[in-house]
């Protein structure tokens, strides 16, 4: 990996259920890295944004560890959007999206660690299978918002 380079700076979760990140993404970089910290956790989501719009499409897929008082693997493909849990009331996250600005398929790996029965992770890689150049991203609650939080993204490798 190139160094890393800031493309957005801090941005405040407090009291989202939603954030919507346009422009973030373009060809001067091949891939992204999204630091989340937040606290309220839960089921958060994520969809690739193109043109004002969301894609909505069912070709999204994932596989996910999640490791708390016991391990579990989960399996979802056609889905609507790209899901991971941001657990526990503390948590802290890195969502890679490699490739987004190009037309081809996009893929995603988030990793994070939390304060659920006193230490938890989340492993959690999928793909979208879609060719196209995205410009943005939406990242979503389905329930209560962030009581707190930011997300940071960053470029690299060209």
């Avoid at 708390?68 to 399996?75: A, F, P």
């Avoid at 999928?126 to 993204?153: F, M, N, R, V």
Wanted: charged fraction near 15%; charge should be positive.
């Amino acid at each position: 990996m190139n160094g890393l380079e800031l493309v957005v700076g801090k941005r405040d979760l407090s009291g989202k259920q939603s954030v919507t990140i346009d422009n973030c993404f373009s060809t001067q970089y091949d891939n992204y890295l999204i630091v989340m910290h937040a606290f309220s956790g839960g089921t958060s989501r994520t969809r690739l944004w193109l043109r004002d719009t969301d894609d909505v499409k069912n070709s999204y897929a994932k596989q996910e560890l999640v490791a708390n008082n016991s391990l579990v693997g989960t399996r979802a493909t056609s889905q609507s959007n790209f899901s991971f849990e941001f657990g526990g009331t503390q948590a802290g996250g890195h969502l890679y999206v490699y490739g987004p600005a190009l037309p081809k398929p996009t893929a995603f790996r988030y990793l994070s660690s939390n304060n659920r029965n006193g230490a938890g992770f989340n492993d959690t890689a999928g793909t979208h299978a879609t060719a196209s150049a995205y410009q943005g991203i939406t990242i979503y609650k389905d329930s209560e918002p962030w009581t707190s939080g930011s997300l940071t993204i960053y470029g690299f490798t060209k």
